[in-house]
């Protein structure tokens, strides 16, 4: 029995679930997965039985539950120091870190206009001045990191770290809403997408047949509240 054992949601639509299952499945330890399907009956009991928040993933190892993406990649940074996860270099780790950070506490009109949908492509969709502007600050971030730090690999420090886990929804959500991206950012984009570890995700995401209406917009749509 694998002493790791993650719970996830909707592979098509949750991008927290793919921030902290992306690490785990890359450092290549034998883990167990169960998905919790999102939005039916019945579910948030079954993952409050797994995670106090009563949001996944969730992480259980050896008795400890960790419940939230970041710490889940902090606590196998800590478990697996040779993968290094976060960059050696103290400026570039703090970097990584913040980027992380600025990630996991912000953007929430992009949340809202580009939800994750693994399963379509939907052009044309017009986007708030305010989901425009969170757009180009993750171009931006993507720019500064791949040129100061992203020598040694195609990743934002070179090779893969909790930073890239972090963006790897974004990364899926520019192709779903095809975001016109600059050389730079398309080539990031694409050694994210073609992470072993991401396809396997997306391998699996594409045998999901459950529907959720609220993530699924039409082509050429303005947004709304969702």
């Known amino acids: 029995m694998a002493d790791f054992t993650i719970y996830i949601g909707n592979r098509v639509y949750s ?17 167990e997965e169960v998905v919790i399907p999102l939005y039916v009956d019945g579910s948030r009991d079954a993952i409050l039985r797994q995670s106090p928040s009563g949001k996944v993933p969730a992480l259980h190892h050896r008795g400890r539950v960790i419940w939230e993406s970041l710490a889940i990649g902090e606590y196998l940074a800590e478990q697996f120091p040779a993968a290094k996860l976060w960059p050696d270099d103290a400026g570039a780790r703090a970097c990584a870190r913040a980027v992380s950070s600025e990630m996991h506490a912000g953007f929430n009109q992009l949340r809202g206009e580009l939800a994750m949908n693994l399963r379509r492509i939907i052009p044309g969709r017009r986007f708030t001045p305010q989901a425009l502007e969170q757009i ?8 500064d990191c791949r040129a100061r730090f992203g020598e040694g690999g195609p990743y934002l420090f070179g090779t893969f770290t909790i930073a890239d886990a972090m963006y790897a929804p974004v990364v899926t959500r520019f192709r779903t809403y095809e975001i016109a991206l600059d050389p730079v950012c398309a080539a990031y984009a694409e050694a994210v997408w073609n992470l072993p570890a991401m396809r396997a995700w997306c391998d699996a995401a594409a045998k999901d047949t459950i529907v959720i209406a609220k993530f699924e917009y039409e082509p050429g749509g303005s947004t709304g509240i969702h």
């Open 15 to 31: 991008s927290w679930s793919l921030r902290g299952w992306l690490p785990l499945r890359h450092l290549g330890v034998p883990f």
């Open 136 to 143: 180009e600050r993750i171009k931006a971030i993507w720019h």
